[in-house]
């Protein structure tokens, strides 16, 4: 991989598994410095700095700015991975289910970008968000998931314009099914004796083949290495020729014939 002219300082949040490890690794690997946030360390070997933070506990994420200012005096990238899902019915997930979501994929995110801005906009730099095909398309018995992607990306479109007089880029990239390990981190929940339990099931069982067999993590890392080398990245990329695709007949089909076939892939 080609060393980069300039290094830049990229801070990216779930870092410990899954896409936020590979993009940390691949980051630094490509001559950036890199620091890495996530409750845990990761379990595989790691070149990256590592930083533990649980970033829905406010009073841990206020001392994240310091913590950071510590490894570098300067922050060009944040790359907000850390994320959250839901397998179950509305009717059936726990009264927090939703709470939980949104906390760690809307509200954490407001939080960090909160504290951190300072920094990126001394930096000129790039603030991107790791959104999901699911944000457009409503995935059923994965709703407070999607319902959570979709106020992220809207959050993002107006956090772009507010930040642009300071010269920070703001991105959302939506990848579609990643092999990553968020199958294994889905909290499902559902029962025999539910009325929903076998369209759940198939459900789930449909969304982790598509996961197992979905894009390599790399995936990932190729869109977010031309976002931070162009002076003006695009509002949003979803990431993949088959769902940018599936966008495309969202915004062409009529929106029950859309609901239909995901009532069909997911829901019946």
Known sequence: MKAVKKPLTILVTGASKGIGFDLAQRLQKWGHRVIGVARSQPIEPFTFTFLSCDLTDKEAVSKLPDALKKVSPQLDVVIQNAGLGYGGSVEELPDDAFEKTLALNVLAINRLNRLLLPMIKDARGYIIHVGSVAGDLAIPFQTFYSASKAALERYSEGLRNELKPFGVRVVTIKPGDTQSQFSA????????????????????????????????????????????????????????????????????????????????????
Do not use: C, W
């Not at 029962?191 to 076998?198: I, V």
């Not at 083949?209 to 695009?234: C, Q």
């Not at 088959?242 to 014939?257: G, T, V, W």
């Open 185 to 268: 981190n889905r909290v499902t929940v559902y029962q025999k004796e539910s009325p929903y339990y076998e369209r759940i099931q198939r459900s789930i069982q449909r969304m982790e083949a598509d996961e197992k067999s979905g894009m390599p993590t790399h995936s990932v890392f190729r869109v977010i290495k031309k976002i931070i080398t162009r002076k003006n990245p695009p509002v949003s990329v979803t990431i993949g020729l088959s769902y940018q695709f599936l966008q495309l007949l969202n915004r062409i089909l009529p929106k029950k014939f859309v609901q239909f076939i995901l009532y069909q892939l997911y829901g019946k």
